[in-house]
């Protein structure tokens, strides 16, 4: 079963970055990855393209981000 189509629906939270407006961010999908086990990442300008990332992963982007201030 694709559940990819789930992650597109609803639950995407922006990042502590973005700006009030709502554009240039990354989000990601916290109760899909809850539920699925795997964490569904997208550009807020290209909401249509999904990337799937292992929780070990989204972790490692997370910790690069916070790291390099990108």
Request: charged content about 15%; overall charge negative; proline content about 7%.
């Amino acid at each position: 079963m694709n559940h990819l189509s789930n992650a597109t629906e609803t639950g995407w939270v922006s990042s502590s970055f973005s700006g009030p407006d709502g554009g240039q961010c990354v989000q990601w999908n916290p109760a899909y990855a809850s539920a699925h086990g795997t964490v569904p990442v997208r550009d807020s300008k290209s909401p249509q393209t999904v990337l799937m990332l292992s929780p070990e992963s989204w972790a490692g982007l997370v910790d690069f981000a916070r790291r390099t201030g990108v």
